[in-house]
Nanobody
């Protein structure tokens, strides 16, 4: 049974930090690229950050320099460290896994609210 379970969301003040975690199980984690996506109310889901099977990373321009994606293959975990948070970062954040055959798995999401 494939599972991606996000955690770590919550309410944080502008300028604050939060770390999201995604626990993966039920598939061969090491052959899947991992990514974080987010969706704000009334908006399309957007790609936030990706990490390849070898640890290379890419970021949306809106989060570059503030967010860091990482993976721990020994623990089947992927993380998103979010610093200098802004109100426009408010969204449901989703974890996704993808392999070379374009097999995709999605988590159910965790809500991040940035507000004073």
């Amino acid at each position: 049974q494939v599972q991606l379970v996000e955690s770590g969301g919550g309410l944080v003040q502008p300028g604050g930090s939060l770390r999201l975690s995604c626990a993966a199980s039920g598939f061969t984690f090491t052959i899947y690229a991992m990514s974080w996506h987010r969706q704000a109310p009334g908006k399309e889901r957007e790609l936030v950050a990706t990490t390849s099977t070898t640890g290379n990373t890419n970021y949306a321009d809106s989060v570059k320099g503030r967010f860091t994606i990482s993976r721990d293959n020994a623990k089947n975990m992927v993380y998103l460290q979010m610093n200098s948070l802004k109100p426009e970062d408010t969204a449901v954040y989703y974890c996704k896994a993808r392999n070379y055959r374009d097999i995709n798995y999605w988590g159910k999401g965790t809500l991040v609210t940035v507000s004073s």
